[in-house]
């Protein structure tokens, strides 16, 4: 029978619980506060062979970029230089962070270091990772077993 999926009994204490998160969230005069992003922002995903790390830096030079790999951890380190020709003083509004920063991200599974190769360009980073041997699907053929010692479901074993 399809339709709607019955969550269960219902709870005065869980719906007290959302009731009281809601009034605090409304409460909250720094909402925006409280979520920090991560800088900078990328991607990851996987495209069979390997993994492709996208990666924006807008305002950043490639010569300003120092990525290390080790085992299943990319260090990502880099600097976003202020604008020349502009002071302090003379900002209303300064969203874009400037100055040094550095970004460890955990891959998914190892990776060919060796092969590793990063492009950069209209102020997007591209990593190529490939998978290590270990981490690739394989083919496990399957025999059939010859010998009389081998386990068989539903047959007693004497010994």
């Known amino acids: 029978m399809g339709g709607v999926h019955w969550q269960g009994r219902w709870d005065p204490f869980r719906e007290l619980r959302n009731e009281m998160g809601r009034l605090f969230e409304s409460l909250d005069p720094f909402p925006g506060a409280r979520r920090v992003a991560q800088y900078p922002p990328l991607n990851l995903y996987d495209a069979g062979d390997r993994y492709v790390l996208l990666v924006q830096l807008p305002g950043v030079l490639p010569g300003d970029l120092d990525l290390a790999i080790t085992g299943e951890t990319l260090t990502m380190r880099g600097e976003r230089k202020r604008a020349e020709g502009i002071k302090d003083d003379q900002y209303r509004r300064q969203e874009r962070p400037i100055g040094h920063w550095a970004r460890t991200i955990t891959l998914p599974d190892r990776v060919d270091g060796a092969a590793v190769a990063a492009s950069f360009s209209n102020g997007i980073l591209t990593v ?7 981490a690739k699907p394989r083919q496990i053929a ?4 010859g010998d009389e010692s081998a386990y068989v479901p539903g047959r007693e074993v004497n010994r």
């Open 142 to 145: 399957v025999s059939a077993a």
């Open 128 to 134: 190529n990772l490939p998978k290590a041997e270990s």
